[in-house]
């Protein structure tokens, strides 16, 4: 595995969601044995051009997206699903552009179901609709957790830990031949830290 992406639609930079993903793709990397170049788009940052086409400053960051070998992609959940922020920047890919990029869809929620939902029914198949795979399954965040980095990290581990002989085959796949395994019959279902009381929206 030589590079992995962090790509966080919430609205806010600096986020509990950006946090989150950045500490998967950094455990990730850890329990792959690897040293992967590692970058964190902000989506916040670019704001209204992930709508204007054309935008040069856009289209570099999606272009690094495409050329990653696994891309933690990141979103709070409003109202059961993802950003709107994050949907306008997948709207600039065709249905092939993510072809070979394995990703994560890491979601933050109040509510264990919320999570679940935005995680497998809203943003995986946003992201198989670009060509993406998803061969190790989502993460699903709680915000109360999201906010406390130890409860967090606890939640990464155990996610992690039960795919421990997937991220070593993906790591394997990307480096030796810079594709991913299509395969995802074996992935584990979307995770979602233990239930605690929230608000439906949140702001993560």
């Known amino acids: 595995m030589r590079s992995i992406v962090v790509l966080s639609g919430n609205p806010r930079a ?22 992967p170049e590692t970058t964190v788009i902000e989506l ?33 959940s409003y109202k059961g699903s993802y950003t709107g922020l994050l949907k306008g920047f997948i709207d600039g890919y065709g249905p092939t552009s993510l072809a070979g990029v394995a990703a994560i869809p890491v979601t933050v929620a109040g509510s264990p179901a919320h999570a679940h939902v935005t995680g497998e029914f809203h943003l995986t198949p946003l992201l ?11 993460l699903g965040m ?17 996610w992690v830990g039960e795919r421990m002989p997937l991220i070593h085959a993906l790591a394997a796949a990307t480096t030796a031949t810079g594709g991913t395994p299509a395969d995802e019959a074996s992935a584990p279902a979307t995770a979602t830290t233990p239930a605690a009381p929230a608000a439906e929206e949140v702001h993560a």
Do not use: C, F, N, Y
């Not at 600096?14 to 040293?35: C, H, N, P, Q, V």
């Open 128 to 138: 198989h609709e670009v060509g993406a795979s998803t061969p190790l399954g989502a």
């Open 44 to 76: 916040a940052e670019l704001g209204g051009k992930v709508l204007e086409w054309g935008d040069t400053d856009a289209a570099a960051q999606r272009e690094l997206v495409a050329s990653a070998d696994l891309v933690v992609v990141a979103t709070p």
């Open 142 to 158: 709680l915000e109360a957790h999201a906010a406390d980095p130890e409860a967090r990290d606890q939640a990464i581990a155990q």
């Open 14 to 35: 600096g986020s509990k969601t950006t946090a989150t993903a950045t500490a998967l793709a950094d455990a990730i990397a850890e329990a792959a044995g690897t040293t």
